[in-house]
Nanobody
Framework: QVYLVESGGGLVQAGGSLRLSCAAT????????MGWFRQAPGKEREFVAA????????YYADSVKGRSTISRDNAKNTVYLQMDNLRPEDTADYYC????????????????WGQGTQVTVSS
């Protein structure tokens, strides 16, 4: 079992930045790819970014590419999502997830999920 706790969300003005963190505890010795997903009110959960266990491979949704950077510190069992030039359409609950094995854009590949952190971007 892997437990994930997100932090770093909040209210920010358009054009601002936030860094989300996801701390993992439990069976973290396995090699997990990590992902960030988001869900806006009334919408389905969507992929944001993902990173392989080694950190050498990253995926981004087109909507955040060039504005966001995913990274990880395996010594700290923590994954980060740096989001810059935020837009009102980035407003959502952001979820961290862990996938045993290959990096993926598909939510079904992720077995463990955090509770989410809210990001609100005002115009």
């Amino acid at each position: 079992q892997v437990y994930l706790v997100e932090s770093g969300g909040g209210l920010v003005q358009a054009g601002g930045s936030l860094r989300l963190s996801c701390a993992a505890t439990g069976r973290t010795r396995n090699n997990y790819a990590m992902g960030w997903f988001r869900q806006a009110p009334g919408k389905e959960r969507e992929f944001v970014a993902a990173i392989s266990w080694s950190g050498t491979t990253t995926y981004y949704a087109d909507s955040v590419k060039g504005r966001s950077t995913i990274s990880r510190d395996n010594a700290k069992n923590t994954v980060y999502l740096q989001m810059d030039n935020l837009r009102p359409e980035d407003t959502a609950d952001y979820y961290c997830a862990a996938a045993r094995g290959m990096i993926s854009r598909q939510s079904t590949a992720y077995a463990y999920w955090g509770q989410g952190t809210q990001v609100t971007v005002s115009s």
